[in-house]
């Protein structure tokens, strides 16, 4: 039976309906396009005009509901389930990661300071930025 | 440094890898810095630059490219004793690179010193999301769960391990973060992980 589902990524969280349970989750493609952005067609799963076949084997598709698990595993994409509070987290690609930090373009990012204002790294085009990360703990 | 060299076209960036603005407050209250002093409780920066613990510095150029990945630096000397880093070294650099006077890597040495994640680094972070997300929503046990498994998935991430124990209601600077830091010691690994010194 479908009920309530968060769906989190790196810059989003989503609530969509799912089947849970056996550690596994179920959800239609239409919640996929909706949360995700990839579209099941008849070529795979497409995004921004990019589609990923989806391989008889890899058990994407179960009737018409697709397996988080084997969607993410197709995209190669972390995944973190935990099934008794019906919450996923479906994180960067290793790949996606490593091809950004080797291409040498500062990712970009948009952060509050304490009071809650946003700060973006791109507002520092055309600066020298010293970033630096800590933390207190 | 950000008073110094704030004529040169330069700004100091600090991102707080906290779980809260009020964990990071009072140091940033205190040092009453003229810079950004963002907060990043989702780890968002750790995530996209691959860093494993603090304090990480990147130096990003005026076309935003990454002239210096990931390094270790401090700004005083005061726990040298425990990490052997000196403190004036990167700053001197840090400052002839600013004011024009010297270049910082060239493209090929900075890919090279990249230090890329892993397929489980990723999967380390995508356990971390979960357990903070459920930890914002007082699921603890289920959040202490999915952060004790992401310290086991990536071992060397301290983001995670030591980062995650405030989240659990561990001090961080008590008996359980020296007792890690040990067993990770005697295991042969370093805590920080500075670029090589030709570099510094």
Known sequence: M???????????????QAEAGDGRVLLDAGAV??????????????????????????????????????????????LAIDI?????????????RAEALRSLEAPGFTLPDLDGRPHALAEHRGEKVFLVAWASW | MHEELRGHGFTVISVAEDRGADDARPWIEAAKPTHP????????????????NVPTVVWIDERGRIVRP???????DMFKA?????????????????????????????????????????????????????????????????????????????????????IRGINSMGPEFFKMAQEWAAQGHPYYLPLPEEEA
């Not at chain 1, 987290?89 to 290793?94: M, N, Q, R, V």
């Open chain 1, 84 to 96: 008794e509070r019906r919450a996923a987290y479906l994180g960067a690609a290793a790949d996606e």
């Open chain 2, 82 to 166: 425990i990490h052997g880093i000196e403190a004036e070294k990167h700053k001197a650099a840090l400052r002839a690179w600013v004011r024009g006077e010297a270049q910082a890597l060239p493209p090929q040495r900075a890919r090279d010193l990249t230090r890329p994640p892993t397929e489980q680094d990723q999967l380390a972070r995508a356990e971390f999301g979960l357990g903070f997300w459920l930890h914002a929503r007082g699921y603890e046990e289920a959040a202490g769960r999915h952060l004790v498994r992401a310290g086991e998935l990536a071992p060397h991430d301290f983001t995670i391990r030591r980062g995650s124990m405030p």
């Open chain 1, 2 to 16: 479908s009920e309530p589902f968060t769906l989190i990524e790196p810059a989003r969280v989503s609530e969509v």
């Open chain 2, 37 to 52: 002093s963002l907060i990043d409780p989702l780890h968002t920066v750790a995530d996209l630059y691959n860093m494993v």
């Open chain 1, 33 to 78: 396009h909706r949360a995700l952005g990839w579209e099941l067609k008849p070529e795979g799963f497409c995004r921004d005009g990019a589609c990923v076949p989806i391989p008889r084997e890899a058990e994407v598709l179960d009737g018409g509901a697709v397996d988080l698990a084997a969607f993410a595993a197709l995209l190669r994409r972390p």
């Open chain 2, 70 to 76: 990931n390094d270790v630096a401090f700004g005083s």
